[in-house]
């Protein structure tokens, strides 16, 4: 093994006194650390707006006589000192929750591997909800001190940005990050060159660079192929989420788990399990074989010894949203590698051979993880279910409750996600531990000793908050001059923070029904400007570029927004990310969700706002399906799947509207004491937070994969050969 050196890039240049801000800014920590971002804030809050929070930019352009001035300040120094002391105190913490429930397994190790990680705004290399979750979880991994390292791509080009048209059509605009920008370490030997990784592709060999980003305590390795070495076809593999042209997309696939593998070795790592975030990764089993086989194993004990130590989790629960890749593009790419498993065209392709609903054939990147992992889950116990059925093909002779396929729901990093605010109230009323303690029920309970008109003035704080902000770029836009004086209104810019929000933010597929609000629309119109009791709408959203009608749902929702009848009170804000997803879920009243029955496989921006005192009003889809209780927000339709849409649509927006009306809009107006607290409300929010935030915590989430996926693979890795397990590395045995 060459060492390994990461090369911290040249430091700022900073007065001594605070010169450890630059240690900072190369850890990922200060994301999910509101103080630490205040040390940033707090020297030049425009710029610190204007650079989108990233502390590499910001040191680099501030102003000397701005960092001279904060030495001088003994509050801030004070603070500076407290963060520094805290974030060293973080890595280098041995009382760390895996060490104290796993003490045998210290130096275990897991890897994790995921197309995309949404860790900050500032860092582009996420599209949504699958890159959110990716990034929630190596945060907790690194606050409970698992042994964990990731493998993902350095997007250059991120995922776009996006401009809405006057008439309502969503313009796609690509980014281009610069690489000095980034929070990110290169990796190289000690003679100074960077580490490489190669893979051999058809008639050339593609190479990738290796950077490190560091998420508090745990590695995020990226892939990186746009290097010289490359030619200009191999240097794009890396650029860009979600291409649509397959052979790229095989590509890409092939460097995230083939490459994956091989840069985890080229560091030194022997990870005892491995878990494959979505299909995209799957390949990795391929080369993982490929290398036992060449220690001696043949093809079946090694693939039961990677089956034993694999972990995958599906997160699709339509058969359509799977990857899978066409028969000839599998010859084209993997004739070397079915010689190098012993075995021939047919049985490789049997690995993960899928028939599609048009009677053709593929190969399925869910199918290979399913047969090449010993444990696999779904994200919910709905979509768990919805999994089983969907693969059961794989299994034939078992029923579909037999199916070896469980769940574990989807949560989210409480520190990422909580309004700063809202974490002074808890600090000050759930007793000093409560972080240590984010998933235990009685803890929660202590949300009683929140004054009513202490977290009532916190939630007003919040809402106004997301209302300046709204109004603020309305303005950035209209005084651009690029926009229509209609697409201003638009923009939020009559919002009003004493009025009753509600937010529907999430990607704009049309399972995610966002006009079903819409449906009777002259009733919704009443509802949003009822005398006394006011009702406004956020929407914000992407659809991927590729998607049509997708991209249709969104002129419609936008051709409703600009309608001049409602009265400024629907918006559409434009370029939803994780930035505008925190104001949006710190500061609305009502978060909204109306995927189609069982389309949502589990969701988890619901679960963000139930941290910060909103109340879901959501379909029983997904998490909210297992969260809901009655008392802690509302549901709209039924726990029933229909088999006629049109049918569903329709009774879920009778509920919707009726729900609105009569329940939700009267408990916020209605009822209020005499200082004009909704006690009622209030009341709600405390249930809601008392019961979803514990249950829905990143920290339960992680835990539940440690003890019933990762300890398990890893103590099977211990194992010389794993005991016989139920084989289906041949299909229908
Ligand atoms: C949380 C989040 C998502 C996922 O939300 P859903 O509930 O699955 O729609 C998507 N995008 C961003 C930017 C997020 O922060």
């Known amino acids: 093994m060459e060492k390994i050196v990461r090369k911290m890039p040249a430091s700022f240049i900073l007065p001594r006194r605070i010169n450890q801000l630059s240690r900072l800014t190369y850890n990922l920590w200060y994301s999910w650390n509101p103080e630490a971002q205040q040390l940033f804030a707090n020297i030049d809050k425009d710029l610190w707006e204007k650079v989108y929070h990233n502390p590499v930019v910001f040191l680099r352009k501030v102003d000397r006589p701005r960092l001279n001035a904060v030495t001088n300040n003994p509050y801030y120094l004070s603070q500076y000192d407290r963060v520094i002391k805290a974030f060293d105190d973080y890595m280098n913490s041995q009382d760390t929750i895996w060490n104290k429930d796993y003490p045998n397994d210290k130096d275990r190790q897991i890897a994790y591997f995921s197309f995309e990680y949404g860790l900050h705004e500032a860092f582009p290399i996420y599209a949504g909800g699958l890159g959110v979750l990716s990034g929630d979880h190596l945060k907790e991994a690194s606050d409970m001190g698992m042994p964990l390292a990731a493998i993902g791509f350095l997007y250059t080009n991120g995922y776009f940005a996006q401009h809405i048209t006057e008439d309502g059509w969503q313009d796609a605009r690509g980014v281009t990050v610069n690489l000095n920008d980034l929070p990110i370490i290169p990796l190289v030997d000690e003679h100074d060159r960077p580490v490489m990784i190669k893979v051999e592709m058809p008639g050339r060999t593609v190479h990738a660079r290796l950077w490190e980003i560091r998420v508090g305590r745990v590695p995020l390795y990226l892939l990186d192929t746009n290097i010289e070495e490359n030619n200009p076809y191999d240097r794009q593999l890396t650029e860009r989420l979600y291409t649509s042209d397959l052979e790229l997309r095989i590509c890409q696939e092939i460097m995230l788990g083939v490459g994956g593998v091989r840069a985890l070795r080229a560091l030194g790592y022997k990870p005892d399990a491995w878990h494959m975030n979505e299909g995209h990764s799957a390949f990795l089993v391929l080369e993982r074989i490929r290398d036992m086989m060449a220690d001696g194993l043949n093809f079946e004990e090694a693939g039961n010894q990677v089956r034993a130590t694999s972990v995958f989790t599906t997160h699709t629960p339509v058969p359509a949203g799977n990857d899978e890749f066409p028969l000839w593009l599998m010859d084209k790419y993997f004739s070397t590698m079915w010689a190098d498993l012993k075995l021939d065209h047919d049985a490789f392709i049997d690995l993960a051979r899928v028939t599609q609903s048009w009677g053709g054939e593929a190969f399925s990147m869910p199918a290979l993880a399913l047969r090449f992992s010993e444990y696999r889950n779904g994200v919910s116990e709905l979509h768990g279910e919805v999994s ?324 398990p693979a890893i103590e099977k890795a211990s194992l010389q050969m794993p005991e016989e397990t139920e084989s289906i590395l041949v299909p229908g045995k």
């Open 388 to 711: 089983r059925k969907m693969w059961a093909f794989l299994w034939p002779g078992r029923r579909v409750e037999d199916v070896p396929i469980t769940y574990i729901t989807n949560d989210v990093h409480t520190g990422t996600w909580l309004a700063r605010r809202m974490r002074v109230l808890f600090d000050r009323y759930l007793g000093e531990d409560w972080v240590n303690r984010v998933d235990d029920l009685t803890m929660w309970q202590q949300i009683d000793n929140i004054p009513d008109d202490e977290l009532w003035a916190v939630r007003q704080h919040l809402k106004r908050k997301l209302v300046a902000y709204t109004i603020e770029r309305a303005r950035q836009q209209w005084m651009n001059g690029s926009v229509h004086p209609v697409q201003v209104v638009a923009s939020g810019a009559l919002l009003d923070p004493y009025v009753l929000t509600i937010g529907f933010a999430r990607r704009f597929a049309t399972y995610k029904r966002a006009g079903l609000i819409m449906r009777d629309f002259d009733r919704l119109l009443h509802l949003l400007n009822r005398p006394n009791m006011p009702v406004q709408i956020i929407f914000a959203g992407k659809s991927h570029p590729s998607d049509e009608p997708g991209k249709l749902l969104i002129q419609e929702v936008y051709r409703a927004v600009k309608n001049a009848r409602n009265g400024g009170r629907m918006v559409f804000l434009e370029d939803y990310d994780m930035n505008i997803a925190r104001y949006l879920v710190q500061g609305v009243d009502v978060w909204m969700n109306t995927p189609r029955r069982p389309m949502e496989a589990s969701g988890t921006s619901g679960q963000k706002a139930a941290l910060n005192g909103v109340l879901n009003f959501s379909v029983l889809d997904g998490w909210w399906r297992e969260g809901y209780n009655g008392h802690n927000g509302w549901a709209i339709g039924d726990d029933l799947d229909y088999e006629n849409r049109d049918q569903q649509d329709e009774a879920d927006a009778e509920s919707l509207y009726d729900t609105l009306e009569n329940e939700i809009v009267p408990l916020y107006y209605n009822n209020r004491s005499g200082d004009n607290l909704p006690g009622e409300w209030i009341a709600r929010i405390k249930e809601s937070i008392r019961t979803l935030a514990p249950q829905f915590s990143m920290r339960r989430m992680v835990k539940e994969y440690a003890s019933s996926l990762y300890v």
